[in-house]
DNA sequence: ATAAACTCCGTACCCCACTACAGAGTCAAG
DNA sequence: CTTGACTCTGTAGTGGGGTACGGAGTTTAT
């Protein structure tokens, strides 16, 4: 059997049933072959796609960000080109991040440093530079 | 002249004024000094301080994240050494999504090595690695 | 001194991303 | 073959984060 019910998928990705359901709506998630009965039977490798979409959103990409991100493999009427631009505009996205957690990080740094007794924090200075 | 009308920050912030009234609402910046006429009267720094806002929730973090941001530096009950935990785990946190990522970056960049001719997007290959 | 632009407060509404029913049918273990 | 867990569709409700009035008062440029 290697299909699965939407409550083992919801289990395995670690979000609600609903949440599968809406993710099939908004079209995140292909729609699976149904049984008979009407009931879904998901290719094991959903677990793994919603898992994705998950970590995107933590990351702040909505779903329809994510969608795109997604999209970039599927479009078969995008040549390979548009495709590769697509990519690379997500890339310069994800450095736009990353360089703006590292400055938010190394501010969090300087307040560590410059926090170093165990008095109140009324005398901890910096943070100012979060600005 | 050192401070400013709501417009005038709205407009230097980038966000509209009822965004401005919804965080001192919500306590994300503080509620400033206000003329005979009710106008409230903006310190310059609050520019700064909605940018930061804004930065902070395009990474990911809710409101009541930057919140807590925000406040390791003014908890007036808070020890050093709290603040010190605190900022720690903000930076751990950070870090976390650093790598996620970094991740998501270099899988991007297989599809974009993988991706190099210029025939229909079908052809091309990868992306399975999103995973 | 007056019109245009701005601000006030309160309330209501909006979008996104779920989440929770309700009522009916399906499946699987004992 | 029953019973309890699971799934179906559809619709409605929720929480976060704003956004949009409406009606009244204030500022400011001319």
């Known amino acids: 059997m290697t299909s ?4 083992t998928v919801a289990k395995q ?7 599968i359901r809406y993710y099939e709506r908004e079209g995140l998630i292909p ?12 290719p094991p490798s959903v677990v793994k796609r919603i898992k994705f979409i998950r970590h995107a959103k933590e990351l702040g990409f909505s779903l329809a960000e994510i969608q795109e991100l997604l999209s970039l493999r599927v479009d078969p009427d995008a040549t390979q080109l548009q495709v590769r631009e697509k990519t690379q505009a997500k890339i ?20 560590l440093d410059a926090c170093q007794g165990d008095g109140p924090a009324s005398v901890c200075p910096i943070l100012d530079a979060l600005d």
């Not at 990705?13 to 949440?19: N, P, Q, S, Y």
């Open 92 to 111: 310069d996205e994800i450095e736009v991040k990353i360089h703006a957690l590292e400055r938010m990080k190394s501010t969090l740094h300087s307040l």
């Open 4 to 7: 699965l019910k939407i409550g």
């Open 31 to 42: 729609s699976p072959p149904r049984r008979e009965s009407g009931y879904r039977e998901f």
């Open 13 to 19: 990705a670690g979000v609600g049933i609903e949440t």
